[in-house]
Every structure is written in C-alpha cells, then in structure tokens.
T-cell receptor, first 111, second 113 residues
Framework: KQEVTQIPAALSVPEGENLVLNCSFT??????LQWFRQDPGKGLTSLLL?????REQTSGRLNASLDKSSGRSTLYIAASQPGDSATYLC??????????FGKGNQVVVIP | GAGVSQSPSNKVTEKGKDVELRCDPI?????LYWYRQRLGQGLEFLIY????????KSGLPSDRFSAERTGESVSTLTIQRTQQEDSAVYLC???????????FGQGTRLTVV
C-alpha cells in the first residue's frame, strides 16, 4: 500500500521568504504526482502535475521536483505572499489508478 | 460546466436517514473519483470510475455506501442509514483520462446529528 508523508506538517514564514515543502512516498512505481492547494472549508485546487518521466515542473512562482527512485518530491514557492497561506497536498498516482494523498503541509505566511 | 460541480454544498441529516450526494464532472472527463475527508484527516479514497469499465469500489467503508455513474456523466454517492462517523466532507474529482491532471469540486459537507 502506498504511504505518502508530508513534512513539515505545519510551518510559518515571513512574507518574501521562499517556501520548501517536502513529500515522500514508499512505492516508487508511480505514474505521476500532483500538488494541490486547499483553503479552509474549500475543495482542492490543482497546482502542478509532474509525470514520472519528468524531473521538474514549473508554473509561475511554483516549482515542483520529482526524484522517483528515492520516492521524493519537493514543492518550492518563491517569494511567498500572505495569499499563499493554505494547506498544500501531495498526491501520487500508482498502478491502481487512484490518487494516494499525504496529510498536507499547513502554511502560514506572515505579513 | 467550467469545473467539477457538487451538490448540495452542505447537508445536515438525522442519524439513520439516507443521503444522496451528486457530482457533475467536467465535460469529456472519463475518470471520476470520490474521496472523503474527515475533520483534521487526510483524503480517503472511496471509489473510482473509468469510462464504461467496472468501478473500483475497494475504498467504500461499508455496504451502506454505494455510488453510480451513467456513462461519462453525473455520479451519485448514496449513504444509507447514516451514522455520526459518516460526518465528513465528500469530495469528487474528474480527469480526462486515468493518468491526467485531476480536478476537484468544492465538496459536500455532511453532518449527521
């Protein structure tokens, strides 16, 4: 069974600092990995999808890296803003087609 | 529609009653997922539909839970004889194919009293 772990569970950073969020997974036989953002009381917003053959994917201030063999992904958010405050979820898709989620990184950006 | 739509957004029901939750996926999306998120917990897989294939029901927690989907359109998740532990946010997602980007709806918050 795929286990997905996100560290740290929670973090606070001052505005302008770069954010580094880590995701690890136990089964490296994945098809892709997707990062989401969840605001309180809301659904999930897709941020980036990175295929198993890719090493990284970028969208604006966001960059996600993937090291499939070691079972790790990192989401970098450059120059954080208060609007980046949210919970960030990592999900991996394996051979059973379902997305296995971590419990999230809860981020607070302090103005 | 522009995104995945779920209804109702909130549902309060009495213990023992049946409830039906609805998901309208993005048009043309063949894959559809249901997840449950209990307060303070991670997302728990419930069921997966892919086109006309038999659904993967392995995540349904008990026989009180069932889901249907007609073709590549609307899906309904039914919970019979609701219990307090069924209280959660139920999230639906769809994707063009099984290995492409998944898009989630806003969820249905179910409260069993």
């Amino acid at each position: 069974k795929q286990e997905v772990t996100q560290i740290p569970a929670a973090l606070s950073v001052p505005e302008g600092e770069n954010l580094v969020l880590n995701c690890s997974f136990t089964d490296s036989a994945i098809y892709n990995l997707q990062w989401f953002r969840q605001d309180p009381g809301k659904g999930l917003t897709s941020l980036l999808l990175i295929q198993s053959s890719q090493r990284e994917q970028t969208s604006g201030r966001l960059n996600a890296s993937l090291d499939k063999s070691s079972g790790r992904s990192t989401l970098y958010i450059a120059a954080s803003q208060p609007g980046d405050s949210a919970t960030y979820l990592c999900a991996v898709r394996g051979g059973n087609n379902r997305l296995a989620f971590g419990k999230g990184n809860q981020v607070v950006v302090i103005p | 529609g522009a995104g995945v739509s779920q209804s109702p957004s909130n549902k309060v029901t009495e213990k023992g009653k049946d409830v039906e939750l609805r998901c309208d996926p993005i048009s043309g999306h063949t894959a559809l997922y249901w997840y449950r998120q209990r307060l303070g917990q991670g997302l728990e897989f419930l069921i997966y539909f892919q086109g006309n294939s038999a659904p993967d029901k392995s995540g349904l927690p008990s026989d009180r839970f069932s889901a249907e989907r007609t073709g590549e359109s609307v899906s309904t998740l039914t919970i019979q004889r609701t219990q307090q532990e069924d209280s959660a946010v139920y999230l639906c997602a769809s994707s063009v194919a099984w290995d492409t980007e998944a898009f989630f709806g806003q969820g249905t918050r179910l409260t069993v009293v």
